[in-house]
């Protein structure tokens, strides 16, 4: 029996690692079993903007978005606008990979309304060296009102893939980054709150607090690309 033990657990850990390199290699946007199993729902085909459309218009935008190769690039300077779900979110995991080019800046909102336009709480994405002083505003951050742990955020370099997660579960949320959780905060919360009023947020209705709405990408005149973008509903708590 003291010999199983170890034996089982090492068969195990075969296991989910042979699950990872599975997932890893699957082909871009598409679900393995065990992710279609675990309720996981893909937002992008790699081949259209279906499920998506521009901000307070009917369907996607006419310029500014390119799909090429499975991959969902919003093209710089093109002045698109940014894309937000058809679909709305109220407990949820979002999964997405991105890459950006040097200098360039981006991020994915959520509790997008319709009557707050494109205003959400960011998941800023940008390269973190054009940031001075001001570390809410970095790769990974709540932006301008949660900065990300320093200690355990790891950004890739430019142009290569980085893999992010978003996880809203009541009013609990928290920002992933490469494999590690680099932010975490309760909306509504007094801290949320306060720190809210310092921004430029400070006059949103509801803004800091938990409101179900969509998953937004935001344009912001530099290039961003998208793939595996994987969204799961939440049971709530």
Sequence with gaps: MKLLRPLLRFVALLLVVASSALAANAPLNTLTSAEKKAGWKLLFDGQSLGGWHGVKQPGPPAKGWVVKDG???????????????????????????????????????????????????????????????????????????????????KVRPSGEWNH????????????????????????????????????KFRTTEDFGKKVRGHLLLTYHNDEASFRNLKVRELPAT
């Design 71 to 153: 991959v969902l690039t919003c093209v710089a300077g093109a002045k698109g606008g940014d894309i937000i779900t058809d679909q709305t979110f109220d407990d949820f995991e979002f999964s997405w990979e991105w890459a950006m080019p040097p200098k360039s800046n981006n991020g994915v909102k959520y509790f997008v309304t319709d009557k707050r336009g494109g205003i959400g709480h960011e998941y800023q994405m940008i390269d973190d060296s054009t940031v001075k002083d001001h570390a809410d505003g970095t790769t990974a951050a709540f932006y301008l009102v949660v900065a990300p742990d320093a200690s355990k955020k």
């Design 164 to 199: 992010s997660r978003i996880v809203v579960q009541g009013n609990h949320v928290e920002h992933w980054l490469n494999g590690a959780k680099v932010v975490e905060y309760e909306c509504g919360s007094p801290a949320i709150l306060e720190q809210v009023q310092k921004t």
